[in-house]
């Protein structure tokens, strides 16, 4: 009798097919967690979260010129401001290091880096970076550090440079710092620092 065939008490022969149950609803909205660390990546193997698959992480040198009027971006007595293209990007240049860092971005909806703090991107949880005197790092934050209302948008192509503190604005709505200890690359689906 082939496999997946019954017999009746009468002595008939059926064939029975066993189906899968689909998963409920809240197994199938339920995340697997993985136990396994993710790994660091050198700035070639981030390369592969640039939009499209390829290319090189957008890293502004420290010592690159800008194309456009940093007093144009200034907001305060102490600092600068811009927004990305589409607006899910702020940032924010300082003239002196303090705890909001020299420079750093935050996202309306951001992506949350492979290691360290897990944003949820809700109104006071917003994924951010930032570079301060002990270096680059990932971070969430509960205001609006970076976010000035009358920042004006770093367009595609753009380079703010002020003193050591070099942004520049790349596809995809990408932003790209590089400060004297550190930088990052940012937008809604890379937070890379380094």
């Not at 698959?53 to 690159?64: K, N």
């Not at 992506?111 to 703090?117: E, I, L």
Request: charged share 20%; net charge negative.
């Amino acid at each position: 009798m082939p496999a997946g065939t019954t017999t009746s008490p009468a002595g008939t022969s059926t064939e029975s097919s066993v189906v899968a149950e689909p998963p409920t609803r809240l197994e199938a909205e339920s995340p697997q967690k993985s136990a396994v660390a993710p790994s660091t990546r050198t700035p070639e193997e981030a390369a592969d979260l640039v939009p499209g698959g390829g290319g090189a992480i957008l890293q502004p040198s420290g010592d690159e010129a800008g194309n456009v009027d940093p007093v144009t971006f200034r907001t305060g007595s102490d600092k600068y401001n811009f927004t990305s293209p589409t607006g899910n990007i702020h940032c924010g240049i300082w003239d002196a290091d303090g705890p909001e860092g020299r420079v750093g971005c935050q996202a309306v909806d951001g992506r949350n880096p492979f290691d360290g703090p897990q944003c949820s991107n809700a109104e006071n949880d917003k994924v951010a970076v930032r570079v301060t005197a002990a270096g680059s790092e990932s971070m969430c934050t509960t205001q609006g550090i970076y976010v000035d209302a009358n920042a004006p948008i770093l367009e595609f192509g753009q380079v703010l440079s002020v003193e050591d503190v070099v942004c520049r604005s790349g596809p995809d709505d990408i932003i790209g710092c590089t400060a004297p200890t550190g930088g990052f690359t940012f937008s809604r689906g890379i937070n890379y620092t380094y």
